[in-house]
């Protein structure tokens, strides 16, 4: 119980520290209307002269990126990365060295803080906008989905932040991650769905992209939810979500115990 005080207690304080910058997250969420505004354009634009494209009518593509949009907010992993970089460069990282508190449990107590802001903030542009989108917002009504779904977004949102602190991390061994984080970027921005819907794309593409922890970042948990997938999928998919988080907060742990035996304790 000490222990998840002390977690509890970080929650609170990031909690604290990014309700100071919710003006930046709900000016960046209302932004986030005019991407949409292209997609729904693009979209439009694709789907003109047919019904369906690889299965799904337009309504259900549309549903996908605005259920996308939302889930970006809620589990995506903005800067932790560089949190974490600027954390150990500095010499911040020391003051964790001689407290009994666990640094992944510390940063991760803090990201989810930080998601529930900008969650929230974000719902509210797509609440102003829903008249508009209403008509194009085709969910399922299947009770597993919310079953399944739910779980697959907690471990989605522990995927992002661990792949965000493992390039963190990297700071150990390099003074500069942009480079790592921008091609990471790009990497999920096509593995993960955000680009396209992965089922649209060529079925070995797609196949190979279940393999990897991209695919179980943002496209598995909106595809649950939105019927881009059956239960038998839903389940098979959660197994090999559960393995990605096991094997990189390994990654983590490892980089973690090797980066220590590196490091300089020097200001903090």
Known sequence: MSALAKYRH?????LQSNIVYRWNFAIRALFSLFHLAFVFILWGAAYKGQTEIGGFNLDQTLTYFVLLLVMQFFIGAFNEDYQISEEIRNGLINQFLLKPINY????????????????FLALVPIL?????????LVLPHDGWRIALGL???AMAAMIQFTIAYCFGLLSFWFLEIQSF???SLAVETVLGGQMFPLDLMPPWFFHLSQWLPYYYQMYFPTAIFTGRLDMASALSGLALQAFWVVALLAIGHLLWTRGLRRHTAVGG
């Open 10 to 14: 970080a929650f609170l304080l990031g």
């Open 181 to 183: 984080i921008i091609l």
């Open 151 to 153: 779980p697959a977004m």
């Open 128 to 136: 102003c906008a829903l008249p508009l989108l209403k008509d194009h």
């Open 104 to 119: 992944y449990a510390y940063r991760f107590s803090i990201f989810v803080a930080a998601r529930a802001v900008s969650g």
